[in-house]
C-alpha cells in the first residue's frame, strides 16, 4: 500500500481542518501502516490476494501492536506468515520513528510533492520545526544510492529467456528548469513466468545511441539476458 500524491493532498487537507491530536495521531497511523503493510509485500513477494510467481509465504491475519508517539499511543497491525515470520523494520529495537518520517519524505518527493507541501505533511505529523528544501535533497539522496544499487546488481542470479523493453517520457528537473526527459526499462522473464525489473535509465531522448548504451549495460551484470 503506498500514498499517492491524490491521497497525499487528502491527508494534508484533513490534518489543516482537525488541528487536534486526534487527527495528527490518526495521520500517523495511516503513514506507519502503510510503510507496514509495504514492507511485507516486498518480503512475501506479492500483494494481499495477489498470485505472483514470486510469492515466498501466505499471510495469516494480523496481531496489534501498540507504538507510543508524540501524539499520542498508535495501534498498529502487523501481518502474520503462515511460513516464516516478519516484523517491520520501522518497529525494531532501537530503530528511531524519525526513518518513517524520512520515509514519508521520499514518498512525498517521489509523487512529485512540493517541497512546500511536504513541509506542511512534516509539520502536520509533529515535527514543529518542519523541513527545509534543502534538507528534502538531502534526505531523498539516499535515493540515488538505493537506486544506483538496483541499477548495478548481479543478474546472474537466474536466466531470462524472454526480455520486454519499454520507453515512456517524464517531466524532470535539469539545472533549474523542467524539461521531458526519456525513461526507459526492461524486464526479464524467467523460464518459470516470473517477471523482474533488470533494469531503468534516463536519458535527454530516446535515440539508437541511448538505447544501445542502456541495453549493454544490462550485458555487464548478466551474461544471461538473451
Not at 517520457?169 to 522473464?189: E, F, W
Amino acid at each position: 500500500m503506498a500514498l499517492d500524491e491524490s491521497a497525499m493532498t487528502d491527508l494534508l487537507a484533513a490534518l489543516r481542518a482537525g488541528g487536534g491530536l486526534d487527527i495528527v495521531r490518526e495521520a500517523l497511523a495511516l503513514v506507519l501502516q502503510a510503510l507496514i503493510d509495504a514492507e511485507a509485500t516486498q518480503q512475501i513477494g506479492a500483494g494481499r490476494y495477489e498470485r505472483s510467481a514470486s510469492r515466498t509465504a501466505h499471510r495469516n491475519g494480523t496481531r496489534a501492536r501498540l507504538l507510543s508517539t508524540k501524539a499520542g499511543d498508535v495501534e498498529l497491525r502487523i501481518p502474520k506468515l503462515r511460513e516464516g515470520s516478519f516484523f517491520p523494520a520501522l518497529l525494531e529495537p532501537r530503530r528511531r520513528i524519525d526513518r518513517a518520517l524520512l520515509a514519508v519524505v521520499m514518498q512525498a518527493y517521489v509523487h512529485g510533492t512540493s517541497t512546500r507541501k511536504v513541509d506542511d505533511l512534516v509539520k502536520a505529523l509533529g515535527v514543529d520545526a518542519g523541513i527545509s528544501k534543502s534538507e528534502v535533497s538531502r534526505i531523498c539522496g539516499e535515493l540515488d544510492q538505493e537506486v544506483e544499487a538496483f541499477r548495478s546488481r548481479s543478474l546472474a542470479h537466474t536466466g531470462f529467456p524472454y526480455l520486454f523493453v519499454d520507453a515512456t517520457y517524464l517531466k524532470t528537473r535539469v539545472d533549474g528548469r523542467v524539461v521531458n526527459r526519456a525513461v526507459v526499462i526492461a524486464t526479464g522473464v524467467t523460464t518459470d513466468g516470473g517477471r523482474e525489473v533488470l533494469g531503468l535509465d534516463v536519458g535527454d531522448s530516446e535515440d539508437g545511441a541511448f538505447w544501445t548504451a542502456f541495453l549493454r549495460s544490462l550485458k555487464v551484470t548478466s551474461r544471461r539476458v538473451v
